[in-house]
């Protein structure tokens, strides 16, 4: 699979854009254990014209985790068009277009899935932004505002001719939030229809090896995207890789030990790329996510503590006993 020049291998598995989860660190885990795209935490494009500092912060990438996207969101059509061209600057592979964030402040506001209620707008947007930049633009969405506005199917065509170079669906929309089940039937029609030549990416209740092969074989989709999934869990990409790819004999799962390796390690990467307080909060999201944890008898305490830490060398202390409580 390919987005414009970049090469992505067969059956790709690519990390959502999540705010306050796919940081710096997270994101080179997420692509050390086999995602083949990653993207940076979603930046507001009126922050960005306006250099708010936090928002700029967020374009930081690295040589070691390319290809690697940027991913905007916005309502207005001259702010969007000025954020491309700024995070052009910061050297992504891609920009990404995002037209499905279903929170609150964010689709309230007319930005993200909000902007499945004014296409036109939408469209302005997509074309105006490929227009200004030379990096491919991908866009991401739902499936429509609520059940009863079930737009993808036609939506797609009309972001393919603003020239978008990739489409990302959510199998929901705007009005599940994340609640029920994605549904993977119209992203399969999407990719069906013979008028469609971008790639098209699914993405939703992604959780298992079974459910990424099912994605591929039963919908056709070009990759997979894993979101809630990855939580506490970069080593998903692996497990799903080594499933997809069927080699033989099956590589050796990480044991529990080597995964909190890991946790601590991102810990580590967090602190040093961020600082010490935001670093142990970007963490600490992971740390109580994580299916590690689980069954853990009298593990209650340990977790309190875990998620009251505020200082590197407490928060380690902890999680290293954790080894001794599976000893």
């Known amino acids: 699979m390919k987005i414009g020049t970049i090469e992505l291998g067969e059956r790709p598995l690519f990390l959502a854009p999540m705010e306050d989860v796919t940081d710096i660190g997270f994101r080179r ?65 891609l920009i990404d277009l995002n037209f499905g964030c279903p929170v609150k402040k964010v689709a309230g506001k007319g930005a993200g899935a909000g902007m499945l209620q004014n296409v036109p707008k939408m469209l302005e947007i997509t074309r105006k ?94 990759a997979v995207m894993i979101g809630r999934a990855t939580f506490g869990c970069p080593w998903i990409f692996k497990e799903i890789r080594d499933y997809l790819d069927e080699p033989t004999p099956s590589p050796t799962p990480l044991d529990f030990n080597q995964k909190l390796d890991i946790l601590e390690e991102q810990l580590r990467i967090n602190v040093a790329m961020i600082d010490e307080q935001r670093g142990i909060l970007h963490t600490r999201r992971h740390l109580a996510a994580t299916p590690i944890f689980k069954g853990i008898p009298n593990f209650r305490p340990t977790r309190i503590a875990m998620l009251r830490a505020t200082h590197t060398d407490e928060l380690t202390s902890i999680l290293e006993q954790t080894r001794t409580l599976l000893a």
């Open 129 to 222: 932004v490929v227009d200004a930049v030379k990096v491919p633009v991908t866009a991401k969405t739902r499936l429509g505002w609520n059940s009863e506005q079930l737009i993808i199917t036609t939506l797609a065509e009309q972001l393919q001719d603003c020239g978008i170079a990739a489409l990302t669906i959510h199998g929901r929309t705007r009005s599940q939030m994340y609640t029920g089940q994605a549904d993977w039937t119209l992203i399969g029609e999407v990719k069906r229809n013979p008028r469609i030549h971008i790639p098209v990416i699914g993405n939703g209740d992604i959780t298992t090896p079974e459910q990424a092969r099912l994605a591929f074989e039963q919908y056709g989709v070009d």
């Open 29 to 93: 885990l997420c692509k050390r254990f086999g995602a083949a795209m990653v993207y940076t935490e979603f930046v507001s494009a009126e922050a960005l014209v306006r250099d708010v500092k936090s928002t700029v912060r967020k374009l930081e990438i690295s040589d070691d985790e390319r290809p690697v996207g940027i991913q905007i969101y916005g309502r207005d059509v001259e702010a969007m068009v000025e954020a491309a061209r700024i995070v052009e600057e910061a050297g992504p592979d």
